[in-house]
């Protein structure tokens, strides 16, 4: 299942926004998970970008994706479980009835 380009946007927009929380909370400094979220969705963009032909664009996201694995400041390579872990998607259900149903009808004694 190849992951679209809108989910790994739509998570940096949400990264972005967890970022204004954490600094309002933690005196102006990042966590550690946050570089760990954006190095990898910036470095999954900048692959699909890659794949797509759109080098230049992919080679910015790249340095994006070092700058926040350099922020981290690594002595092994990224965790594997961060790679594993499911992209969440939404789906909506139309969960309406387009027959009616009869009720019975039968005495209540």
Aim: glycine share 2%; aromatic share 10%; charged share 25%.
């Amino acid at each position: 299942m190849e992951i679209l380009p809108w989910i790994m946007r739509r998570d940096l927009v949400v990264l972005a926004c967890l970022t204004l929380l954490s600094r309002a909370s933690n005196d102006g400094e990042q966590s550690v998970g946050l570089h760990f979220a954006f190095y990898d969705r910036y470095w999954r963009l900048a692959c699909w970008h890659e794949a797509h032909g759109r080098v230049e664009k992919a080679r910015k996201l790249k340095t994006r994706a070092l700058a926040h694995w350099e922020v981290i400041e690594p002595d092994s390579p990224p965790p594997a479980v961060a790679a594993a872990m499911p992209v969440l998607s939404y789906f909506f259900t139309n969960a309406v009835s387009k027959k009616t149903v009869k009720a019975a009808k039968k005495h209540v004694a």
